[in-house]
């Protein structure tokens, strides 16, 4: 039996601080490079990954534009869209990434 990963969630002021983290960090842009649009303060981080390995953590957070992240989660093209949120995340915190996800070599 596989030991379940447990999830880091945040609630209140604590999530409140890490969306706000994570907006400084990005300078309230999206960062699909094809967008990089002003994103709103306050406007909710995306979690990626996200589903059952979602983690309220800076590693694992980026902003998106609104319509960015309807086609992360929607579009015919969803997979270039995680595909380039991974390898913002894992291009910053690589250590974090290759840890957890095994995801970052490919991207270095």
């Known amino acids: 039996m596989f030991p379940k ?8 002021k604590s999530l409140k601080q890490l969306n706000n983290d994570i907006h400084e960090r990005d300078g309230d842009k999206c960062i699909i490079k094809t967008c990089r649009r002003n994103v709103l303060p306050g406007v ?3 979690h990626q ?3 059952n390995k979602k983690r309220d953590r800076i590693e694992c957070g980026c902003t998106l534009c609104p319509d960015c ?15 380039e949120c991974e390898e913002y995340l894992s291009g910053l915190y690589p ?7 095994n995801i970052g070599a490919a991207y270095a």
């Open 5 to 12: 990963d447990k999830r880091e969630k945040l609630k209140g």
């Open 44 to 46: 909710k981080f995306h």
């Open 49 to 51: 990954p996200f589903g």
């Open 69 to 83: 992240h309807h086609e992360l989660h929607f579009g015919e093209d969803s997979r270039k869209y995680i595909a």
């Open 95 to 101: 250590a974090y990434w290759l840890k957890h996800f």
